[in-house]
């Protein structure tokens, strides 16, 4: 059974900084083997990935409305992925969800990821205030 509890949203000002937390099990064999991501939807709109990251960490990739102030990690030791954010625009504002992509590949020397096709957490809500 897989289970996914993400956390960390709130309100916070434009140019603040937020960390999203998010724990996971019951992922194929196991968090340390999954590539995992995060992915963002506000209402009246598709769900989008905003950034993914390999299995062992070693490769990441970004939306680029998020590059250079979001960063992606994951701590396998403990089950859990985190995205801290930075300087944080009213646009960021949405409903922050972690998954596990259902595709990555790799062209060009750049690392991609497709959306998920489960969401099984409850998600975080970011608001950021202009």
Not at 21 to 32: D, Q
Not at 33 to 53: A, N
Request: charged share 15%; aromatic share 10%.
């Amino acid at each position: 059974q897989v289970q996914v509890v993400e956390s960390g949203g709130g309100l916070v000002q434009a140019g603040g900084s937020l960390r999203l937390s998010c724990t996971a099990s019951g992922l194929g064999l196991g968090f340390a083997t999954v590539v995992m991501g995060w992915f963002r939807q506000v209402p009246g709109k598709e769900r989008e990935l905003v950034s993914c990251i390999s299995a062992d960490g070693a490769s990441t990739n970004y939306a680029d409305s998020v590059k250079g102030r979001f960063t992606i990690s994951r701590d396998n030791s403990k089950d859990t992925l985190y995205l801290q954010m930075n300087n944080l625009k009213p646009e960021d504002t949405a409903m922050y969800y972690c998954a596990q992509p259902s595709r990555s590949y790799y062209s060009g020397g750049a690392y991609y990821c497709g959306l998920a096709r489960h969401y099984w957490g409850q998600g975080t809500q970011v608001t950021v205030s202009s």
